[in-house]
């Protein structure tokens, strides 16, 4: 039997930038067009993003009977560095065994902390693998590895449940996150995903903190071909939902999308706002949004499991897309949020392209990080 024979070359966009730009003051009211002058870094971002205007996906078409295997060597490939952490250490103190001895275990505790699982998600895979490989009659013995692999599917698969938009129209999606984790970009792919989809999508530029945040929303927007709903840099973000919510329902818009300002989990006023904003969606329709979806980047490690808790207790997170995958060695922390928050992974974000978001599918993911063949 061969483990983690293959490798792959490093992921493009391994270093990926991760902005801490902290929430700017908010700049006074200006007209939407791109600014000239003043906020060079947004700026140059939103110019930057759209000279990179991705190129329409090179994947085989759907219903090809290559797709499955391309999309999952795809997969595989954005999350080489974290294969390199997790399948490697692993490989190393796992590999042939097939009793759990005290010896064994503390190694396999050592990997799994290191992989970022975190003490208690590492502590719950132990306990859970201890009890496979008890049920197991020694006739049907099998390998610590391959119980190992069942236990990991076995967690994710519980947080496994993909996003239905159809449930309802407008299908309204509120995206919430810190600083820098992906968020619209995130909406980016998934207005494109969505328009492939067949479906009518619109945006909304909530985030009016950030200066430029607005213009790198309306990039995305005039590259898929979507409406973006949006008021001026500093405007009342709550009031720009609510217009675009009504401006949705009227066009009959099948999916909308709504952007947040990043904002960093301890700081309470901010979340404040975010509750607020979530309670004057509610004033058009109690059932809006339908969808929290928290944007964790995977690089931030167990800060994300934090982040996660937090934006939890402010707005009932609904669903959970964790981006940067390809760009970090620390994909283990996608095990400690689905343990620790209990929520829905929708997403995986692999890539920067339009198509590097993905279902999140507990066997694939287990597999394109482990190599278990
Ligand atoms: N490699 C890689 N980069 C990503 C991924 N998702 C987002 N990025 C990059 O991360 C950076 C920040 O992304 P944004 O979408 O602007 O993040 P944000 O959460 O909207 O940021 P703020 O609005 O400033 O809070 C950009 O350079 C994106 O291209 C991903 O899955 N992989
Ligand atoms: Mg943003």
Redesign the pocket.
Same mark, same amino acid.
């Given at each position: 039997m061969k483990f983690f024979k293959r490798r792959t070359k490093p992921a493009s966009?391994?270093d990926?930038?991760?902005?801490s730009?902290g929430v700017n003051a908010p700049s006074s009211a200006q007209p939407l067009a791109p600014q000239e002058d003043g906020n060079r870094d947004g700026a140059d971002?939103v110019k930057q993003?759209a000279a990179q205007d991705p190129p329409v996906s090179s994947q085989p078409s759907a219903g090809h009977p290559d797709e499955k295997v391309g999309m999952f060597e795809r997969l595989r490939s954005g999350l080489s560095r974290s294969r390199g952490q997790f399948a490697e250490g692993l490989a190393n103190v796992v590999l042939g065994k097939k009793q759990l001895d005290p010896a064994l275990l503390e190694a396999l505790e050592e990997q799994l902390i290191m992989a970022d699982l975190g003490l208690d998600t590492t502590e719950r895979v132990l306990e859970s693998l201890r009890h496979r490989l008890d049920r197991k009659d020694l006739a049907a013995e099998e390998p610590v590895m391959t119980a190992l692999r069942e236990t990991l599917v076995d967690l994710l698969a519980e947080h496994q449940a993909p996003l239905d938009v159809r449930l309802d129209q407008p299908f309204v999606i509120l995206v919430v996150?810190?600083? /820098?984790?992906?968020?619209?970009?995130?909406i980016g792919k998934l207005a494109h995903r969505y328009k492939q989809q067949g479906l009518n999508v619109m945006l909304a530029a909530g985030?009016t903190f950030?200066a430029a945040?607005v213009e790198?929303l309306q990039v995305w927007g005039e590259r898929h071909d979507v409406p973006v709903i949006a008021q001026h840099t500093g405007a009342d973000s709550a009031s720009v939902l609510y217009d675009a919510i009504e401006a949705a329902t009227a066009r009959k818009v099948d999916v909308l999308i709504a952007?947040t300002?990043?904002r960093l989990q301890n700081k309470t006023h901010l979340m404040d706002e975010l509750s607020k904003v979530v309670r004057v969606m509610k004033k058009h329709n109690d059932a809006v949004p339908h969808e929290v979806l928290l944007?964790l980047?995977a690089g931030t490690g167990q800060n994300a499991v934090s982040q996660a808790v937090e934006f939890d207790q402010a707005v009932g997170i609904s669903g959970v897309a964790v981006?940067?995958?390809? /760009?970090t060695a620390r994909g283990g922390v996608l095990f400690a949020i689905a343990d620790k928050l209990r929520r829905p992974i929708r997403f995986i974000?692999?890539?920067?392209q339009p198509d590097?978001?993905r279902d999140f599918s507990a066997t694939e993911f287990v597999d394109a990080l482990v190599d278990f063949q």
């Open positions: 966009g391994a990926a930038e991760s902005s730009d971002r993003e996150g810190v600083n /820098g984790a992906g968020k619209t970009t995130t985030d950030r945040a790198q952007d300002a990043g944007v980047d981006t940067k995958l390809d /760009g974000g692999v890539g920067e590097d978001l």
